[in-house]
Every structure is written in C-alpha cells, then in structure tokens.
C-alpha cells in the first residue's frame, strides 16, 4: 500500500508542470542568483552555497507538502483512501517516498549545477552533500504533512512558513555562528533539526572525510523527520471542516 501511494503521488507530480518547475528549476536558479551576487567571492560563495544546498529542498518540500495534502483533504480524496485498508502511516510514509525520491532529483540537479557549473568547491564528497539534502528535503516533507493537518485554506497553509520555517533559517547558523548567540538563542536552536543539516553541511564542507558529527547531525535530521510523520499521522484528519 505504501508503494501504490507513492507510484500515485509521482504520477500526479509527472503531470503537474508547475510543480515539478518548482521542485528542480527553482533552488538552481536560486543558486545561480547566489553565484552571481558573490561574483568574484568564490570562498563566501561555497559557504553560503553549500548551506543553501540543504536549506532549499527543505522550504520547497514543507511548501508543497502541506498545500499538496491539504488538496488531499479538500477534495475528498484522503477520506476515500481511509475507507480502504490504506492506513494513515501508510499513506503518510507513501507521501513522503515519493517526494524524498522528487528531492534526490532536485538535490542532484541543484549540486551538480553548483559544482559543475558555478565552481563549487568542498573538502569533503559531493555524494554527502546529496544525502544531507535529500535528508533534510524528507524533513520539509515530513514538517509540511504535520503541519497541514491544522491548515483549512491553501493561505493558512502558507502562513506556517513563518512559524515553522522562518525562525530554523535564522538560527540555523548561516547568519551567525550558534556559538555566538545568546544563551537562550542557542538552546532554542538546539531543539531545531535545521541547525544540524547545516552543520552537517560545515563538516563535509571542511573535512575531506566523513566525521562523527556529520553522521550525527545527519541521525538527528533523520530522527526529526520519523517524529514528524508519526505526529502527522496522529493528527491526519479525513476531511477539512
């Protein structure tokens, strides 16, 4: 059953142009912005870059999760697949197969753009980065399946971004170093699984080999996200009223 949902979801995806623009193009045209804005800074480009690398799949995936399993819901179509034997783990789990394989798409074309095109340059494997993303992409996915169970509109839907994304991107570390927070910043942004795909990211950008950090940075993404779809199904309601 998890399989047939996630064959569902890709096919849906295959036909929506939009989506799929959104999904691949956006985050390398994104990425393109940055490389020419550091135009002539090629050490602040790999940096901000390689950061971006996991922050992109993250907000695209939340963003088109929570409106695409709202769509489930207004529709009607998640209370005809929860009168079948589907159950909502099933379904969540299917959701997120199908769009963790959307992202290894996105994030491989958003890499090999940045280091084959814009010169992207890290200590550590190009493979990794892929994994860090595609991890930190399910996250987004994962987040955006919880949280639209409290969304009734596409509009409220969108108005988690703020809450649920906004404050991981300004205390992830990209725009100052954890360290150097307050005390209380850092704690918050302790408890946030977003500081450790970026950190994540640090480590294979400054080593050349795989460290204990990166994999725990990359367990704790990945322990965030099983948490979230298990809470997403807790939540899942068949219907919006």
């Known amino acids: 059953m998890i399989i047939a949902t996630a064959l569902r979801i890709l096919r849906q995806l295959r036909h929506d142009r939009r989506t799929v623009a959104l999904l691949v193009v956006v985050p390398t045209a994104l990425l393109a912005l940055l490389y020419f804005m550091y135009d002539g800074q090629p050490r602040a480009f790999d940096r901000v870059a390689l950061t971006m690398l996991g922050i992109f799949p993250f907000v695209v995936m939340f963003l088109v999760t929570s409106i695409a399993m709202l769509r489930e819901r207004t529709s009607g179509t998640l209370e005809r697949l929860l009168t079948t034997p589907l159950g909502r783990l099933d379904l969540l789990f299917g959701y997120g197969i199908a769009f963790g394989l959307a992202a290894t798409v996105q994030a491989a074309v958003a890499t090999a753009a940045a280091y084959l095109l814009m010169g992207l340059e890290t200590a550590g494997n190009t493979a990794l980065v892929v994994l860090i993303a ?28 703020p809450v649920v994304v906004a404050p991981q991107l300004l205390l992830c570390g990209l725009f100052v170093e954890r360290d150097a927070m307050a005390g209380w910043l850092g704690a918050v942004s302790d408890v946030m699984p977003m500081s450790y795909a970026v950190e994540a990211l640090q480590e294979v950008g400054a080593h050349p080999d795989p460290t204990g950090t990166m994999w725990r940075d990359l367990a704790v993404v990945c322990v965030a996200s099983l948490l979230a779809l298990m809470l997403a199904a807790a939540t899942l309601r068949r219907r919006t009223a």
């Open 134 to 161: 595609v991890a930190d992409a399910v996250l987004g996915v994962a987040l955006g399946l919880f949280c639209s169970a409290f969304a009734r509109t596409e509009f409220q839907a969108v108005q988690f971004m």
